[in-house]
């Protein structure tokens, strides 16, 4: 089962622009049908505090570019965008999935919205988790900042997630973080993450990419440097259920 992992330079605010780079990767990717296509947090906009400008309402550009590459590369699709809340003036982050005929099949509302950025001041935090199947995989999908709270994967994995994505705006500051805390979520939950994270600048941070494949054992199976990068790997799932088997460290969780 291959993943695929698109890492780039997300126009400032500008879908169009965002939708062609992704067209463009995937066409020089050679994706097999059967993938598991992944981009970064708000990938057609950039990490925008500009809600009434982000923001989207249901059957959005956004939600139909993302239907119409999973059903064109029969393949899962996560990807992230911006709805806007109902009950109040302020967005959701989210990333929606759509399955190989284009179907939406999850829809997952960031649960730690970046306060040390005010991302609490224009993002409503959900609650709960998202999951879908691909192939033997249980994927549950969570987004950036939530990377940090370990609580919520533990949930992820009681519920039966076997396979985490990490859709990502994660600056250069914290660069060194991010890869300690993929690789911990992997090793703690015997679990495959996938990190998609984005390079360039937007007008407040700057991004190392360096998205990352680890496998169960938290070992890297692939890896992107500061650059433009498609990352295609692929995840076993038998040896997965060996690893779990053989060390089971998760039927030892207390609570």
Not at 52 to 61: N, Q
Not at 121 to 133: K, N, T
Request: glycine share 8%; net charge negative; aromatic share 12%.
């Amino acid at each position: 089962m291959h993943v695929v992992a698109l890492q780039y330079d997300i126009a400032w605010e500008n879908r169009e622009a965002n939708f062609d780079t992704v067209r463009r990767l995937l066409t020089g990717a050679a994706v097999s049908p059967g993938s598991l296509i992944v981009l970064p947090e708000m990938f057609s906009t950039g990490f925008s505090m500009n809600v009434s400008r982000v923001a989207e309402a249901k059957a959005s550009e956004t939600e139909k570019f993302l239907s119409s590459l999973a059903w064109q590369y029969e393949s899962h699709v996560v990807g992230g965008l911006v709805s806007k809340d109902p009950g109040s003036a302020l967005g959701r982050n989210e990333v929606a999935v759509y399955d190989p005929s284009g179907r939406p099949v999850a829809l997952y509302q960031k649960n730690y919205t970046f306060s040390y950025t005010d991302e609490s001041s224009y993002y409503v935090a959900g609650d709960g988790l998202a999951m879908f199947r691909w192939h033997d995989f249980t994927v549950c999908p969570v987004i950036c900042y939530d990377l940090r709270f370990p609580e919520l994967f533990r949930k992820g994995v009681r519920d039966g997630a076997d396979l985490f994505t990490v859709s990502a705006n994660w600056p250069e500051a914290r660069s060194r973080h991010w890869k300690t805390l993929l690789e911990a979520r992997a090793i703690e939950n015997l679990s495959c993450i996938v990190g998609v994270n984005r390079v360039g600048s937007d007008p407040r941070f700057h991004y190392p990419g360096g998205s990352r494949i680890l496998n169960h054992q938290g070992a890297v199976q692939a890896e992107a440097g500061d650059s433009e990068t498609v990352l295609c790997c692929k995840l076993d799932y038998s040896e997965l259920i060996a690893w779990r088997r053989e060390f089971p460290a998760l039927d030892d969780i207390k609570g």
